[in-house]
């Protein structure tokens, strides 16, 4: 629980959501995999999530109205190297830039570590997403590579730039 958004279970109830903001292209232009979906996939995929041992994701929501405004999660967990890849979605494009990314990050994070007991947290992001990139340095994740020409779309290349966060520097964060 944070400030002002909670983690929760995702509902199938909340599938038609996704499907218009995985569908929309100012969304989707900043997520690694992104293709054109409809409801029965996003059913199919949420009914999938529940039993899948290596990923956890969670749905983003406000305290206030309980409005969901999109999501988080916890991919390719690594439970003997104990470290996991983040991933994050704000649908709601009139949320953006209000610090739930961050806030929602910072959650994430600390169920990775005071609950799934994990010490590495990373991640993917496009060079072009300078909002997931300042939200990820203010909720404590450094930047350590660029894989250069990672990811072609909009006509060229792009550099993907991976960053991390340390159990340790989470601890020292507190
Ligand atoms: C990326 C995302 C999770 C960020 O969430 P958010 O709630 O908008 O982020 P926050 O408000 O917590 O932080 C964004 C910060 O970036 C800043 N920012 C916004 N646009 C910026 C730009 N073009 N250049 C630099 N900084 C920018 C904001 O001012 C804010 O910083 P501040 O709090 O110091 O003012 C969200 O926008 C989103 O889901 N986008 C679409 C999907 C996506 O990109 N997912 C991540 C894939 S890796």
Redesign the pocket.
Known sequence: MGTRIYLRAIEREDAHLFVTWLNDSD?NR???TSRPINLPYELDWVEKSYHREHDITLGIALKETDQLI?STGLHKLDYRNRHAMF?????EKS?????????ATALTVKYAFETLNLNRVW????EH????I??YE?AGFRQEGVLRQDSYREGRYWNTITMAILREEWDALK
């Open positions: 969304v900043t997520l690694l999109g991933g994050i979605l704000i649908g949320e953006w830039n209000k610090g739930y990314g961050t806030e991640l993917h992001v496009y997403n300078a909002r997931g300042k939200a203010k």
